[in-house]
T-cell receptor, first 114, second 112 residues
Framework: NAGVMQNPRHLVRRRGQEARLRCSPM?????VYWYRQLPEEGLKFMVY????????ESGMPKERFSAEFPKEGPSILRIQQVVRGDSAAYFC????????????FGSGTRLTVV | AQSVTQLDSQVPVFEEAPVELRCNYS??????LFWYVQYPNQGLQLLLK??????LVKGINGFEAEFNKSQTSFHLRKPSVHISDTAEYFC??????????FGKGTRLSVIA
């Protein structure tokens, strides 16, 4: 039973390029959450999705960031025109039922913008 | 706004000594509380959770936490730490379908 799979583990982008981060939730989990981790700041919620729906995107920056969780395939977090400040670890988590029993986290994607 | 405060950013402790990592939350509604551990360059792993019932919760790796509603706290404890416990620990709060809110983390360093 594979856990939450994130890829790539490391991603390097030049300023102005696009970054695509992928997350496949655990089997049987239909709720997906994206968090961003910056040093000394803990995890900041970005977006909560269920299949084909965005449930809560209150933590997403208004520009350049988008997320989707299509009927088939992984959830994608997309960052357009990356800037140095986007450098961070991005974690995906999944749950079967909205989180009452906690989330299962992936190993994260470490984005470096050069 | 709901929040989670981890009072110590770093906690150094000698091997085999006891440790307590403090966590306070602010919420006026029923909450679920969690502790996660993060080892270097890895994701977060669930240590333990409080949903309801007994206020003393036991988790993996010998950790336990106590929910104290009057003090809005959920401190994590271990009676005797090992070198392998060196990691970052995150307290988190949830309620219903609200996405989990995390504290800033406490870095536990176990010294031989």
């Amino acid at each position: 039973n594979a856990g939450v799979m994130q890829n790539p583990r490391h991603l390097v982008r030049r300023r102005g390029q696009e970054a695509r981060l992928r997350c496949s939730p655990m089997k049987g989990h239909s709720h997906v959450y994206w968090y961003r981790q910056l040093p000394e700041e803990g995890l900041k919620f970005m977006v909560y999705l269920q299949k084909e729906n965005i449930i809560d995107e209150s933590g997403m920056p208004k520009e350049r960031f988008s997320a989707e969780f299509p009927k088939e395939g992984p959830s994608i977090l997309r960052i357009q025109q990356v800037v140095r400040g986007d450098s961070a670890a991005y974690f995906c988590a999944s749950s079967p039922n909205g989180g009452d029993y906690g989330y299962t986290f992936g190993s994260g994607t470490r984005l470096t913008v050069v | 706004a709901q929040s989670v405060t981890q009072l110590d950013s770093q906690v150094p402790v000698f091997e085999e000594a006891p440790v307590e990592l403090r966590c306070n939350y602010s919420s006026s509604v029923s909450v679920y509380l969690f502790w996660y551990v993060q080892y270097p360059n890895q994701g977060l792993q669930l240590l333990l959770k409080y949903l309801s019932g007994s206020t003393l919760v036991k988790g993996i790796n010998g950790f336990e936490a106590e929910f104290n509603k009057s003090q809005t706290s959920f401190h994590l404890r271990k009676p005797s730490v090992h070198i392998s416990d060196t990691a970052e620990y995150f307290c988190a709060w949830g309620s219903g379908n609200t996405p989990l809110v995390f504290g800033k983390g406490t870095r536990l360093s176990v010294i031989a």
